[in-house]
């Protein structure tokens, strides 16, 4: 856990901080080191299964960002890390949908085949880095939404916000492992699902990365709408 830390760290001090995956670095540093923490503490009944499970999450992250070709999932956050109408918070989600929706799965059966188990043993530290994940989801879009009111209704960034679930997309990469793992005698299914779910996991991305006005134009169109001012049909 200490050498994946060490490179998102390393990572956080080479990227600009506007950086679309600087913006998702930090958010996945602080939980990475949070659920560090935990594990150290003994928030873990077997610590070794959770830090297996942890540290092959977070290499195929760190894995994506380097790679020459990343997985689909990862494509629209590295090609958009730049845009000037993308904001912040869609660079975290949309990294959040990529590693969760995507590598959470393939994670899990990797630390399955390195512990010699099967899901169903893994299943209490799959939902125990879950809750980690979910108590700091609130923090997340606090930090990073831009100006006080959260819903604000003209703001487009709303909508994107409502539109993805942590806990939906946390569900759905555990069956999607259980079903990765029914597949392993069948390499040649387990890999087209594999590709499925990385392109339909990258297109729910690229949704979230869509660029929008600026918060100031929406929330003056807000305020027109409130005042009467702006009708629409």
């Keep these: 856990m200490e050498a994946v830390l060490a490179r998102m760290r ?6 600009p901080p506007r950086d679309g995956v600087a913006v998702f670095n930090r958010v996945y540093l602080t939980v990475t080191e949070t659920l560090h923490r935990r594990i150290e503490r003994g928030g873990f ?3 070794r299964r959770a830090e297996t499970l942890g540290v092959r ?10 790679a020459e070709r990343p997985p689909a999932c990862w494509r629209p956050l590295l090609q958009y890390r730049r845009h000037p109408g993308v904001r912040p918070l ?4 949309a990294g959040i ?3 969760i929706g995507h590598d959470l799965a393939l994670a899990v059966v990797s630390a399955c085949r390195t512990l010699d188990c099967e899901p169903a043993a893994l299943e209490a530290d799959f939902d125990r880095v879950g809750d980690t994940l979910v108590a700091l989801e609130e923090h997340i879009r606090e930090e990073l939404m831009p100006g006080p009111d959260l819903l604000e209704v003209a703001d487009p960034l709303t909508h994107l ?9 946390r569900a759905g990469a555990w069956a999607s492992a259980r079903l990765l793992w ?8 387990a890999e087209e699902f594999r590709e499925s779910l990385d392109a339909s996991v990258g297109l729910i991305g690229r949704c979230l990365l869509t660029p929008l006005p600026a918060a100031g134009d929406a929330g003056r169109i807000g305020r027109a709408v409130r005042s009467g001012g702006l009708h629409l049909l």
């Excluded at 999450?57 to 380097?66: G, K, N, P, Q, T």
């Design 10 to 15: 390393a990572l956080d001090e080479r990227l």
């Design 90 to 93: 869609q660079y975290a989600l």
């Design 57 to 66: 999450f977070a290499e195929r992250y760190l894995a994506a960002v380097a």
């Design 161 to 169: 916000v409502g539109s993805w679930s942590l806990d939906r997309a």
């Design 182 to 189: 029914t597949l392993r005698r069948s390499p040649e299914v």
């Design 97 to 99: 949908n990529a590693h």
């Design 45 to 47: 009944p077997a610590p």
